[in-house]
């Protein structure tokens, strides 16, 4: 397949929680290689377009195309979705009763099949690669929260996903350590990994995304380069959204050294 195919592919996706139209004809694609970062209000359906491509939730009309493939509730579909996406959460959900390194070997071990000791192998590249060899041995309640999101990123990259879901992967942490996380975030999109970031990072999505889609009440209301949509918003709608964040056009989140000096 060629690297300018897309990947992910939403198409006319409509989901309905009761009353609420959650995705009201969502279209966008996601091309490998990619960054793609969702950014819009609280409620505006981000969350629920994740959780629809990993085959969390199931979609009211529409399609989700994944490497060729629709997604459906089907146990083949999941199977497929849950190898080759990983996903990233808000409140990390590492396993709390297993050791680091178990949380990231176990994935391989008993989904892919892999033998113990080349799952440790890899493990171990993969906390030296978000900077936590040394935590291997100890359990999720001794890490930051920052921490904690670091492992369930190696634990997702263990699976060696074709596409990464995070969705707000640091809006749950401290100050302090949301620039860990970005960094690491950052190495990974630079060495060409394809991610879908649902995020309120704005300086991050300016820098990091290929292209940024905005959403509205379950709608794409506008998508363009950072460039295009940071700098040059058409819709009115986007940039109310930027300047109630406090976006004016220059930084606003602080980077990882900023904030160790302030604290
Ligand atoms: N399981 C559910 N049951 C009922 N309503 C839901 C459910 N999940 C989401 N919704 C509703 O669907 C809409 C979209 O929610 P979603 O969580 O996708 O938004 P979001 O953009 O991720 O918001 P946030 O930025 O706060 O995380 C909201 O109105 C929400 O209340
Ligand atoms: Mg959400």
Redesign the pocket.
């Known amino acids: 397949m060629n690297k300018a195919d897309p990947i992910l592919t939403f198409e006319a996706v409509h ?1 309905r ?2 009353s ?4 009201d004809g969502v279209n966008l694609s996601i091309r490998r290689g990619e960054v793609v970062c ?1 950014i ?12 629809c491509a990993n085959a969390l ?1 199931v979609l009211d009309s529409g399609r989700i195309v994944f490497e060729g493939n629709e997604v459906r509730s089907s146990e083949a579909t999941v199977r497929h979705v849950r190898r080759r996406m990983g996903m990233v959460f ?1 409140n990390f959900e590492l396993f709390p009763h297993l050791t680091v390194l178990r949380n990231v070997t176990i994935g391989p071990t008993t989904v892919l099949g892999m033998r113990r000791a080349a799952a440790e192998g890899r493990a171990m590249a993969l906390l030296s690669k978000v900077g936590l060899s040394e935590k291997a041995a100890v359990y999720p309640s001794a890490l930051s929260g920052g921490q904690q999101q670091r492992v369930a990123i190696a634990r997702a990259l263990a699976m060696e996903p074709a596409l990464m879901l995070f ?2 992967p640091t ?1 749950a942490l401290d100050p302090e350590t949301i620039g860990e996380v970005l960094s690491v975030m950052k190495v990974l999109a630079d060495e060409g990994m394809t991610m879908l970031v ?1 995020t ?1 990072e704005m300086d991050f999505a300016r820098r990091v995304a290929d292209h940024v889609a905005v ?1 509205d009440k ?1 709608r794409v209301i506008e998508e363009g380069s950072p460039k295009e949509v940071f700098e040059n918003a058409m819709v009115p709608r986007t940039r109310d959204f930027l300047s109630h964040l406090g976006w004016h056009g220059e930084t606003t989140i602080p980077t990882a050294a900023s904030t160790r000096e302030v604290s």
């Open positions: 989901k929680y009761g609420v139209m959650a995705l969702l819009g209000p609280s409620g505006s359906g981000k969350s629920t377009l994740l959780r939730d808000q969705d707000e809006s649902v309120h959403f379950g």
